[in-house]
């Protein structure tokens, strides 16, 4: 009986180390200072893109990184005015969104949910 009790604690333990532990919620506190962020959710919630603003040359693409027509808020962290342009296209033409001051939290209310494919940030 012993045995029993012992190895079905055993298993159990060997069983909840093989499950992976889901990653933390991203917050705004994830953006750090300096950088631009998406988030894939609203209200900040993760999955997380940051970037440091001086190191988006011209068009970023997103298309192949996983963040294409995924974005639904973002977060500027830089100390200085910054531009972020948003474009549903990859090679940053067709439509756009300019978005300015330090945080937009949701782009659900907008046609731009789940829409962005490149981005260009315009520091000032």
Request: hydrophobic share 45%; proline share 3%.
């Amino acid at each position: 009986m012993k045995l029993r009790k012992f190895l079905a604690g055993f298993a159990a333990g060997i069983l909840m180390a093989a499950v992976p532990s889901l990653p933390a919620q991203a917050t705004l506190a994830d953006c750090w200072n300096g950088t631009v962020c998406l988030f894939a959710h609203a209200n900040y919630a993760n999955p997380i893109w940051r970037q440091v603003t001086d190191e988006i040359p011209g068009c970023r693409s997103l298309v192949g990184t996983g963040w294409n027509n995924v974005t639904s808020s973002w977060a500027n962290n830089y100390t200085f005015g910054v531009t972020f342009i948003a474009y549903d296209n990859a090679n940053c033409t067709g439509e756009y969104i300019v978005l300015q001051g330090d945080y937009i939290q949701n782009l659900g209310g907008s046609s731009w949910n789940d829409r962005i494919s490149a981005v260009q940030v315009i520091l000032s």
